[in-house]
């Protein structure tokens, strides 16, 4: 469906039923007792918060080393602590909290700018500037989330801060005015589309605190109102546009938060503000798809299929995915997501770091949805049965499952979004446990958005489950092996990509083939033929042809535990083992992780298994 198209009247344009519930003070003196208790203790850890400084040299550091966190530490650490002193304020309503809050709020508003030193860009994809201009605003990911945590933070406080000082929420209204709302309603910036670039999770992320920014900030015109709704349709339409009718995410688990999940925003806060005028989407069946896609990439507890910038364990789902269901009437969907949070909760209870507060990328819409819908998702009860077997076609993702398996694989194309080198790549799960794995994505740093990304070991093909052709130096170098030109690998760009792919979803077997040849676009490589089995019930079959002059092919395995090889079989730790014909030479080596973002999921090590192809054929063999 097109958005735009949708008849909404602006006549009845009622921001104050977006507000009525989060601003009803009767809503919030009868939480249920341990959510009361969790705001109010979360709250009370940031009382006498001393908001670090961010010094101008924090912002330089981008530029200078490619260090990201140096600024996004006390840059982030602010923003949360002032959005839990807010709740706490909420659910306590006695005043304690205020002066930290009016601390927040001014440490905010005296920023220099609210963006991102890595986001200092008007042009896509550029080199950051060094500094800031505090007289040209931009608004990126999280000058947009600030914007909505501050006017959140004025309507909610209102009554409380104007008794201090109506200078307070002045000061709220001068900034957005200037830093967002002109911006947003004047001037272009990428994410908004144009129907030309491709565009991301970047555009229905920014419209949604873009449209909580226009109807919770004090002193917006109902033109301006009607404009920048006119606006995020539109962007939202380009958004929609780049997906395939089958709802598959390019960018993988850990993004649907961010994409699909900031659509179900939009989507909420506009039939919000117009009496429900744009509730034919929850019943459009891309939009339906788009929602699902969490629910299908979900392997077994908090294991996800991580293709791109992923983490295979991005975190437990809530409330966005849980009402995206309920709104769009999937009720195996609800209860995947109401029992992954209610497994969240038994694990870490109402915790800084699972349950309301998931991580520092929240807007205080999320975390409202997740106080609101507490109860609901706590009393639910039901079963969330296996989803059906699923061929993402635009995306080039299939994922298939048996009662024991089950396995991804990437087709499509290096032309990604967040993407990586990984056409052909799969990962297997057994029983739960990873088998062969995709390691995912380092902490971001000034190098992971420029040319150099390809320098990044998790970003090349020789790092996945895939081929390499011709000498390579690579063995033993834990990773650190930046673009050396030995050994033939995958390139970036549309032209590296599967053809010939051939994908069937059956009861009894799902499969999918295709031809590699073109994602290495190298003449010496004349096919590379994957086919993947899954009979299910009995076992999973990969089997690789090669044809081409370029020697040594060297297939390559990736793993989380130490595999251990018989001369036959192949032993993954507990995941199981597999059976290699074809091959001789393998050679494992330990990858230390020293990255903090990857050691979360995986430790403090992986291992990289090489596998030399001895004729045109490998097969890896896992039985049930």
Request: with cysteine; aromatic share 12%.
């Amino acid at each position: 469906m097109k958005l735009k198209e949708v008849k909404w009247r602006e006549e009845a344009l009622d921001p104050s039923a977006l507000k009525q519930q989060m601003t009803d003070r009767a809503f919030w003196d009868h939480l249920p007792k341990q959510m009361r208790q969790h705001l109010i203790q979360a709250g009370e850890e940031c009382l006498r918060f001393a908001y670090p400084p961010i010094r101008a040299t924090d912002f330089m550091e981008i530029v200078r080393t490619g260090n990201r966190q140096i600024f996004e530490t006390p840059y982030f650490s602010r923003r949360v602590a002032l959005e839990k002193l807010v709740f706490a304020e909420c659910a306590e309503h006695e005043g304690r909290f205020l002066n930290d809050i009016i601390n927040g709020i001014y440490c905010i508003c005296e920023e220099t700018c609210w963006h991102l030193s890595a986001h200092n860009f008007r042009v896509r994809d550029s080199q950051p500037g060094v500094l800031p201009d505090p007289a040209s605003p931009i608004i990126d990911l999280f000058a947009a989330e600030t914007g909505a945590l501050l006017a959140m933070t004025g309507t909610l406080l209102k009554e409380q801060l104007n008794e201090i000082s109506p200078l307070i929420l002045n000061n709220i209204t001068c900034q957005l005015r200037r830093r967002i709302i002109q911006p947003y309603l004047q001037e272009y910036f990428y994410w908004m589309g144009d129907g030309k670039c491709l565009i991301n999770n970047w555009t229905p992320w920014c419209t949604a605190n873009m449209l909580l920014t226009l109807f919770f900030a004090e002193d917006v015109s109902r033109e301006e109102q009607e404009a920048g709704i006119h606006k995020a349709l539109q962007s939202l339409d380009y958004f929609l546009d780049v997906y395939g009718e089958d709802g598959g995410c390019n960018e993988g688990s850990s993004y649907y938060s961010h994409a699909a999940g900031k659509l179900f925003q939009d989507l909420w806060i506009l039939n919000a503000v117009t009496g429900n005028a744009f509730a034919a989407a929850w019943k459009d069946s891309k939009i339906r798809n788009m929602a699902a896609y969490i629910y299908h990439a979900h392997i077994s507890d908090c294991w996800y299929v991580n293709f791109a910038d992923g983490d295979a364990r991005p975190g437990r789902r809530g409330a966005t995915e849980y009402l995206f269901a309920k709104m769009t009437e999937q009720p195996d969907m609800m209860a995947f997501a109401a029992l992954d949070f209610q497994k969240s909760v038994s694990e870490r209870g109402l915790d800084l770091t699972g349950g309301i507060y998931n991580n520092h990328l929240n807007n205080p819409l999320k975390v409202f949805l997740g106080i609101a819908y507490y109860e609901e998702m706590m009393n639910f009860r039901g079963e969330a049965p296996a989803p059906a077997d699923v061929y993402y076609e635009i995306a080039g993702q299939w994922i298939a499952r048996d009662s024991r398996f089950t396995i991804a694989v990437k087709s499509g194309c290096n032309a990604d979004s967040h993407n990586h080198n990984d056409v052909g790549h799969f990962i297997v799960f057994r029983d739960g446990r990873p088998m062969f794995i995709d390691a995912g994505v380092q902490t971001y740093t000034l190098k992971t958005f420029t040319d150099r990304r390809y320098e990044i070991w998790t970003m090349q093909s020789r790092y996945h489950n895939l081929p390499t052709f011709g000498p390579d130096e690579s063995f033993g170098a834990s990773g650190d092996i930046g673009m050396s030109p030995s050994g033939l690998q995958q390139q970036a760009g549309a032209v590296y990509r599967a053809e010939d792919v051939r994908a069937s979803l059956n009861p009894e077997t799902a499969s999918i083939s295709m031809e590699l040849a073109a994602a290495y676009n190298d003449p010496r490589v004349s096919s590379y033929r994957r086919s993947v089995v899954l009979e299910k019930g009995r076992q999973l079959t990969i089997t690789d042809r090669y044809q081409g002059s370029a020697q040594p092919a060297v297939l390559t395995l990736m793993t989380w535990e130490k595999p251990v090889w018989d001369g036959r079989r192949l032993t993954v730790g507990s995941a199981g083992s597999c059976l290699i014909s074809g091959a001789e030479d393998l050679r494992t080596e330990r990858i230390s992780i020293e990255d903090s973002r990857m050691s979360k999921t995986w430790g403090n090590a992986i291992y990289r298994t090489l596998v030399t192809i001895t004729g045109e054929e490998i097969s890896l063999v896992i039985p049930e």
